[in-house]
């Protein structure tokens, strides 16, 4: 789950409890995906985009050639 602020929270147990994961930037996000356990995807306003690979505990920041909001991603 993402939010506003660059809050990414992240389930193990199907969603009983949330754990929330370092984020780097105080950013608004829209939408979030992973295609396994580790590479994820977020996006927001201003065409924000990072990548994890390592299951959300780092972000990298992504260009993503727009500065229109994205509202949302789909990895694969």
């Not at 105080?26 to 995807?41: I, Q, R, Y």
Request: aromatic share 12%; proline share 3%; glycine share 12%.
């Amino acid at each position: 789950v993402v939010g506003n602020n660059g809050v990414v929270l992240k389930t193990k147990d199907k969603a009983v409890t949330w754990e929330l994961l370092p984020f780097p930037e105080k950013v608004n996000l829209t939408s979030v995906d992973f295609w396994d356990l580790n590479l994820g995807f977020v996006v927001g306003e201003k065409g924000v985009t990072f990548q994890t690979k390592d299951g959300g505990m780092t972000w990298f920041k992504i260009n993503s050639g727009t500065v229109r909001d994205l509202k949302s991603v789909n990895y694969g």
